[in-house]
């Protein structure tokens, strides 16, 4: 199997290989074939996957977020405190970015640029997404929410607008107070749904709602995980419910779903129809009904459980699930709207659905995965940031 280690050759899958080690597990007939066809940071010698010492246009480090469209590839570099911007797909293996963000340059790192303030830096960003041509970051540990108004095209832009501070200057969890429906606490994910943006206030337990893009200071629309909007106790200070949450870390959905990733509780929960006000949930993915919450480490995990499912995706009736502690991604084509329990067509990246070691137990290899953090579908293409190999892979889909 091709190394990655030259940044002047397109990747040249070798789907029989991938085959043999079923890159893709699929009783369903899923697809066609699915397979890594681009590998972005770390290079892998001898067989480990490590960034540089020194951050480089081409490196990443323990990235936890990934957005991937026809016009840009857009990656949380979280280790590094920086957001990497790519103009188009890469055309290569270890294609340097074209644009950084949260840093003067790609040589620097550091929180809050190295110590020049949080006007420009980042402290460990998570989420990244572009919605009606804005360029949106989970700025996590910043406990805030960036807007650029367009996409940068040249590094080291300062945002446009901030949700969850008062200003770019100010970065307390809770903006410094208790708890209300303008602050947060490690927002780790948000999702743009059929016109409605939600942002996962991690550290708060809930989910928050606006009705579009939210102007700064505008109170959400909608809470979900809470009886109100001062309330953040985890599983709502009880047992997991089908209105709770531990960490909720990502949204996705459609016009008919909203899907919502609570990786603490290890499930996905769905509502179908979107919720209008706060309730329960009618689908739990990952656990056998919506008041269970347990976590089966170490054994054979099958295609029905879940273990912190940190990242989710949803397009044209595909759900992609990266179960990150389970080192693999699922895959459901055209998931129930009710019930629980339901399993997966397909995995990614493991043999069969009861093997869950960290690069199936062996050195790193294109298509194997440790603590994949988060994936974004687009046009058969899945995109996921391999955190614990400190590498974003781009995955071809043939249905």
């Not at 050759?9 to 397979?35: D, H, I, M």
């Not at 420009?120 to 989420?127: D, E, K, Q, S």
């Not at 108004?149 to 809770?174: C, K, T």
């Amino acid at each position: 199997m091709q190394n990655a280690n030259s940044a002047t050759q397109k990747a040249e899958p070798e789907r029989g290989t991938l085959a043999s080690v079923a890159a893709v597990y699929s009783p369903a007939a899923l697809f066609s074939s699915a397979y890594p066809e681009l590998w972005l940071g770390a290079r892998s010698p001898f067989g480990l996957a490590l960034p540089d010492a020194q951050p480089t246009p081409a490196q990443l480090y323990a990235p936890r977020g990934v957005y991937l469209d026809d016009q840009y590839l857009i990656v949380a570099d979280s280790g590094n405190h920086r957001v990497m911007i790519w103009h188009g797909v890469p055309a290569a293996d270890e294609q340097p970015a074209d644009v950084v963000l949260g840093q003067p340059d790609f040589y620097s790192e550091g929180a809050r640029a190295g110590g020049r303030g949080p006007e420009r830096g980042l402290h460990l960003p998570t989420g990244v997404a572009v919605y009606e041509g804005r360029l949106l970051v989970a700025d996590s540990w910043h406990h805030r929410v960036l807007i650029w108004n367009q996409v940068p095209q040249h590094s080291d832009v300062a945002p446009d607008l901030v949700i969850g501070q008062a200003d770019l200057f100010s970065v307390s969890e809770n903006r410094g107070r208790a708890c209300d429906a303008l602050t947060l606490y490690w927002p780790y994910g948000m999702g743009y749904v059929a016109g409605w943006f939600y942002i996962t206030d991690t550290g708060n337990r809930r989910v928050l709602g606006w009705n579009g893009l939210p102007e700064p200071d505008q109170p959400p629309d909608l809470i979900l995980g809470q009886p109100d909007a001062c309330s953040r106790l985890e599983n709502r200070g009880g047992d997991a419910r089908g209105d709770s949450f531990r960490w909720p870390h990502a949204v996705a959905g459609d016009a008919t779903r909203l899907l919502i990733a609570d990786a603490g509780n290890h499930r996905v929960l769905g509502w179908a129809p979107r919720p209008e006000h706060d309730r329960p949930a009618d689908l739990a993915l990952g656990q056998p009904d919506l008041y269970s919450n347990g976590e089966f480490s170490y054994r054979p995990q099958g295609p029905q459980r879940l273990r912190f499912p940190y990242a989710i995706s949803y397009e044209a009736g595909l759900l992609a699930v990266a179960d990150t502690a389970n080192n693999r991604v699922l895959l459901w084509r055209d998931p129930p709207q009710s019930g629980a329990f339901h399993p997966a067509d397909a995995v990614l990246s493991q043999p069969s659905f009861d093997v869950t070691g960290e690069n199936r137990w062996k050195l790193v290899e294109r298509d194997t995965l440790c603590w994949p953090y988060g994936i974004h579908l687009h046009r058969n293409r899945l995109a996921i940031a391999d955190s614990g190999n400190n590498r974003v892979m781009v995955w071809q889909l043939e249905v």
